[in-house]
């Protein structure tokens, strides 16, 4: 059920009171995407925010030579489109299904009609805020941190809905994937994965890592321990 992956995975529909979860889930349609099929585009028009319920998307851009760029991985529990739903301008960046997907949609009728109540106005600007503080904190650590902060605070992030049922953490991506949304070069993401793997904090292979020492990887991310439970 949609409500139940909202609950295991998402901070900011568990932040929502009951009433507002419901009215949100009564709005809202469950749609599904195939690996590789294109959610919007950049320069599309606003046609409402999503909900990642199964799968992955890729949030990426293109400059005018068709280089692509990957900025974020979209994952079960996470919201994303609601920039437009604030400046009314069209899609910044590309979405795409990199595995076989289903969304939760509010469209952009359904978001007119909840923001008839002024207090998800509210609610929807935190889920915006939210996102800025990640973004103003990835700045941060470009300017400030080392290689090796940055991946394993990246893995962390990415662990977040990746445990299986046996407890292990295992990561789907890819090294070129890691590079990308850390603005680091493919050699320098195997670098410190080999180095990670020395220390018996992950092991990695084509096309998973899997983390073999969660407290030894937060002590590589040098977070404090609320930031990291």
């Not at 993401?189 to 080999?194: D, F, K, W």
């Not at 292979?205 to 609320?226: F, V």
């Amino acid at each position: 059920m949609p409500h139940n992956a909202l609950v295991q995975h998402s901070i900011w529909f568990n932040s929502l009171s009951e009433v507002q979860q419901q009215q949100l889930l009564t709005q809202a349609t469950v749609c599904h995407l195939a690996a590789d099929q294109r959610l919007f585009s950049r320069g599309d028009s606003f046609d409402g925010i999503y909900a990642l319920l199964e799968g992955a998307i890729m949030i990426s851009g293109v400059n005018r030579n068709g280089q692509q760029a990957l900025l974020t991985i979209v994952e079960p529990g996470d919201w994303f489109g609601e920039i437009a739903l604030f400046d009314l301008k069209p899609r910044t960046h590309d979405a795409t299904a990199s595995v076989d997907s289903t969304l939760l949609h509010l469209n952009a009728a359904a978001l007119q009609q909840l923001l008839q109540q002024p207090l998800w106005w509210r609610s929807f600007g935190q889920l915006l805020t939210d996102k800025v503080r990640l973004v103003f904190q990835a700045l941060e650590d470009i300017s400030l941190q080392s290689s090796q902060v940055r991946l394993a605070r990246r893995l962390l992030m990415l662990s977040r809905v990746h445990q299986q049922a046996d407890g292990r953490w295992l990561i789907p991506i890819q090294q070129e994937q890691l590079g990308q949304l850390l603005a680091l070069t493919r050699q320098t993401i195997n670098q410190q994965l080999q180095a990670l793997a020395q220390q018996n904090i992950v092991r990695s292979a084509y096309g998973k890592i899997e983390i073999l020492d969660m407290e030894g990887l937060k002590l590589r991310a040098e977070l404090a321990a609320d930031n990291v439970s």
